[in-house]
């Protein structure tokens, strides 16, 4: 699985750094915010979900690999707002200072709106490289409400205002399916739709994804007591100092690690059910129970 996740790593990030090199009329300055904040590094697992899934249902060349990269784009785009002062205030994102330490707000801004149009450009461009037009227009519209007001702008909401509140654990579960979970699922999803998954399929790899995004979300709060400042990226206790909602704050350490291994057997539990099986699916379920990244 490591070497697998590399190789796929490596391919979204040749793709992403010549892909953006080669964006006409983009000014300079933005071009460099742009290529900053997305070519930092970063675990690639949005794409890489999609190209899993793709990859199982036998779908492959620069169409899908544009689609996923989109996902990449969106997710920085996120990442880069979600660091800003007026949001959670971070200095520090993929082990290097965030977007408007280095070219300040008002260019962090921008380049986060930037990364969003472009994720929308290449996703429907991706009709261009070889995908089914009528399966790319299916697949927009689950792209832009994992991102919005249904999805992960939504869950940003609802995180911000549960900041030193009492939360039941429903509500917390509710905060993470839009904040992280909904485009960890649209990846998964969009990958089966981009290569012909069936309407069975599609509702077996959007509940995989639920429980993926579940899962991935507490192993983050986990590692957000428990992990290391180099291997994680950013500043430890950051939830904590800013009162965040999570799942250790809410449950204690056992219990989130309980419900994780919980989440990890029920997304095992789900693609075992798929009429087509994608084996890898199972082995990154188990990965991100024990990743430590």
Request: glycine share 10%; hydrophobic share 40%.
């Amino acid at each position: 699985m490591e070497r697998y996740l590399a190789q796929c790593k490596k391919t979204v990030d040749d793709a992403l750094a010549r892909w953006l090199s080669e964006e006409p009329d983009v000014p300079e300055t933005l071009r460099k915010a742009m290529c900053y904040s997305v070519l930092a590094g970063g675990k690639r697992i949005r794409p890489i979900l999609c190209l899993t899934v793709a990859e199982g249902l036998e779908t492959y060349g620069e169409g899908i690999l544009r689609a996923a990269c989109a996902f990449e784009l969106l997710h920085t785009y996120s990442l880069i707002h979600d660091d800003l002062p007026a949001m959670d205030n971070d200095d520090l994102r993929r082990g290097q200072p965030t977007s408007h330490k280095v070219f300040g707000e008002a260019t962090a801004i921008l380049t986060g709106d930037a990364l969003l149009a472009l994720s929308f450009e290449w996703i429907a461009n991706s009709a261009n490289f070889g995908l089914l037009k009528d399966r790319v227009l299916q697949a927009i519209p689950v792209f832009a409400r994992a991102a919005g007001q249904a999805g992960m702008v939504g869950g940003q909401i609802l995180d911000m205002a549960a900041e030193n509140k009492s939360v039941t654990i429903e509500e917390l579960k509710r905060i993470h399916r839009g904040k992280t979970g909904a485009l960890l699922c649209s990846a998964i999803e969009v990958g089966g739709i981009l290569s012909g998954a069936s309407g069975r399929e599609r509702d077996l790899l959007r509940s995989y994804g639920e429980q993926v995004g579940l899962l991935f979300q507490i192993v983050d709060d986990i590692l957000d007591v428990e992990g290391d400042q180099t291997e994680i990226g950013k500043t430890p206790e950051s939830d904590i100092r800013r009162g965040k909602a999570t799942y250790p704050s809410l449950l204690g350490i056992p219990e989130a690690k309980r419900l994780a291994r919980v989440a990890r057997d029920e997304s095992q539990n789900v693609i075992k059910q798929l009429p087509r099986g994608i084996p890898r699916l199972g082995e990154l379920a188990d990965y991100f129970l024990d990743r430590t990244t």
